[in-house]
């Protein structure tokens, strides 16, 4: 994190990719950065605007159910014990495509993209932080339902269980910006944005919490980054304890899937969580997703969630 905060004292603009846990730290000027990187943040990208050219297809190879609620059931006796009261639970299904990793990042829309040295990618709908001024947002998301469906946008805000889960990401993010800032502030409380996801659209629900920085808080960055990861909307809460949990169950290294990339542009922050992700190893790709598991979850629709998230956005 040292560079991170070095960089934002001298106001040099750079990319940053952290990964879930923070033991990997990438960063890099803008003007210095790899070749082999693409990413669209907010307003600014490096890439051209591509049409797609061709048809493609997506398989999807999931865990069976039987494995997936064995996991799920480990979840919910830790939050009957009192050790977690949410928990975000991933895997990574093989898939099969007849686009590359690059091909499937410029022809994929959304509002956070990276493409990382042909190793992975995300498109992600979700913000993380953002920084402008001397006021910093965050926006956990919780909650999502097919738009399709009659009357989802009061379903989804009606649900009991998608409440209950997407107040306590709100009350852990408010705690976490006290930790850094000051006068937090819940400004919008589970507003929806539509997404695309493959040929489905979704409803998202999210809030936005805003607090005040001290005004040298680029001299501090790194350390008010490493203070509010991982993101809670993808870890947790309590955050310590779940993240305890979600390394003994899930027996699998999340690595970048769920960690978060931005930039700095030399005044403002923008950042995004890394996840509708896919990864390359030794030339298969796996997409990694998952979802929030409360006490109310049922096991048949967060299996069906976690496979609707395996889509791409073109």
Known sequence: MDKITLLAKERIPFLFVISYDKSKIFVQPLHKLDSDIFFKIEKYRN??????????????YPIEFE????????????????????????????????????????????KYKLYFKDKFICFSPEKFIEIEGDTISTYPMKGTIEANIP???????????????????????????????RDVRVEKFRYIDKIKAGDKELLQVSSKITAKLPTNWRNNLGEILQTLLPAGSISGTPKRKTIEIIEEIEEYNRDFYTGIFGIFDGENLYSGVMIRFIEKEANQLFYKSGGGITIDSNPESEYRELIDKIYLPL
Request: a positive charge; aromatic letters at 8%.
């Open 47 to 60: 890439y051209p605007k591509i049409k797609r050219e061709r048809e493609f297809y997506l398989k999807k």
């Open 151 to 181: 009357n989802a946008k009061e379903i989804i805000l009606q649900n009991q269980k998608e409440m209950a889960e997407h107040i306590m990401i709100v009350d852990l993010m408010r705690n976490d910006l006290g930790i850094v800032g």
């Open 67 to 110: 494995i997936y609620k064995n996991k799920l059931d480990k979840v919910i006796r830790e939050i009957q014990k009192g050790n977690t009261y949410l928990l975000n639970l991933t895997f990574k299904t093989p898939i099969e495509t007849n686009l590359s990793l690059k091909e499937i990042f410029t022809y994929s829309r959304a």
